[in-house]
């Protein structure tokens, strides 16, 4: 993890800014956003490139504006991924090693869908993860927290003909970093999407609801709509829950507005898939 | 699945993706659409550089692209990869020195008189969202000038987005997220129609 802009690796110390400094500024952000609102803005739903409360950020944001291009062929598609590329087993994180993960047990189940409502099938989903513990497989992660033999943290699955998919996995702990002194990254689950076109390529990170580190968390902040930042929060699901098993919680995902002329019998890819 | 109302959706926002997608994302052979060595293939490099003209070493891209002869693989394989089947998608991470390699085919026209290129995305630590961007084939002056995206571009952006031919045959092509040189970023959605009626 790291502590500044620039440098992998850096002195602890040098996170000197407190939570108080980095709220105000996102604080300061955030008046200014509702103050466009009530001037007849459009209310924005992604998050700002630039927004400095999330230090990385800082010289890694384009200036300049993106520039508006009408997608051409290659991108009006999307890479075929089917049961070739994906076990059906990647999507259960807590079977992958000999013994059961520790922490709570979780379902996230939903459906991906384009902008017009329809589903996006036969396509990869990736996720990654902190442990219940909150600490990442990764060598980099410094947080002293312990690791978990029995949980690595990644999965993937292929979405069904209705869009939708299923993990198994663990709750993630809240997990520590470096943008400034006492940071602390709500739980969140990280998200990797395709849809029918490549425009419609997003990564992302699910959050869970109620989260007390949401007001406070540069990277969630970074979506300045309170509308937008809903949008990543999952809902708990009772109807998803499991007797004496697990806790549901429900996430549907939209990917931006398809250009092409959509086909049935994209469903699974022109190659057809051998499932 | 319940009926709805066409472009009524508003898409869920991006993230970053931080900074330890690299056991997650990264997977073998994920940077070689063809085996290196295979007839036709080339090497396609580059660095991610941010404002300050450091590297950045946990970057990570994603091309996709036709094969030679400009057609669109629809194959799929590529997170298993047999080595022999293109299927035109590809993920590379940088290392430490920022740098990322591919093992390709050079990209034909997708259509008869337009320019060759292979489709980006671009994720990194620090990167609030992905960004889309192109790599164009420096050859064929004449459709690079009459290409509809490079065409709206002042003459010094448009080179950030044609890559350099080496001398061995391979493609150079360099990411700045900012300052000098700043790559020219895609936006695909329009800002002319913001409810998703860009069809």
Known sequence: MTSGPRTVHSDPDAAAETQADLSAEIAATGASYRQDLLGGAAPETQPRLDFAPYRSSILRHPTKSLHHADPETIELFSPAFGHQDVHALESDLTIQHNGEPLGERIIVSGKVLDGDGRPVAGQLVEIWQANAAGRYIHKRDQHPA???????????????????????????????????????????????????????????????????????????????????RDRLVARYDHDLTRPEWALGYTWDIVL????RTWTENEAFGDAGDEE | MTEQNPGTLTATPGQTVGPFFGYALPFPKDNELLAPGSPGT?????????????????AILEIWQPDSAGQVSRRTGSLVRDGYTFTGWGRASTGNTGRFTFTTVNPGP???????????????????????????????????????????????????????????GGLSWDVRLQGD?????????GTATPTGASR
Not at chain 1, 149 to 166: A, L
Not at chain 1, 256 to 259: E, K, N, Q
Not at chain 2, 112 to 133: P, Q, S
């Open chain 1, 146 to 228: 312990p690791l978990d033999p029995n949980f690595t943290g990644v999965g993937r699955c292929i979405t069904g003909e209705d869009g939708s998919y299923r993990f198994v996995t663990i709750k993630p702990g809240a997990y520590p970093w470096k943008n400034h002194l006492n940071a602390w990254r709500p739980a969140h689950i990280h998200f990797s999407l395709f849809g029918s076109e490549f425009t419609q390529r997003i990564v992302t990170q699910m959050y869970f609801p109620g989260d007390q580190l949401f007001p406070l968390d540069p990277i969630y902040q970074s979506i300045v709509d309170q509308d937008a």
């Open chain 2, 42 to 58: 080339i090497r396609l490099q580059g660095t991610v550089y941010d404002g300050a003209g450091h590297p950045v070493p946990d």
């Open chain 2, 110 to 168: 997708t259509e008869e008189g337009a320019a060759a290129f292979i489709a980006v995305a671009v994720f990194a630590r620090g990167l609030m969202n992905r960004l889309f961007t192109r790599i164009y084939l420096p050859e064929r002056p004449e459709y690079l000038a009459t290409d509809p995206l490079l065409s709206s571009l002042p003459e010094d952006r448009r080179d950030t987005l044609i890559a350099r031919r080496d001398a061995d």
């Open chain 2, 181 to 189: 040189g700043e790559t020219v970023f895609l936006d695909f959605q």
């Open chain 1, 256 to 259: 931006t507005g398809a250009h």
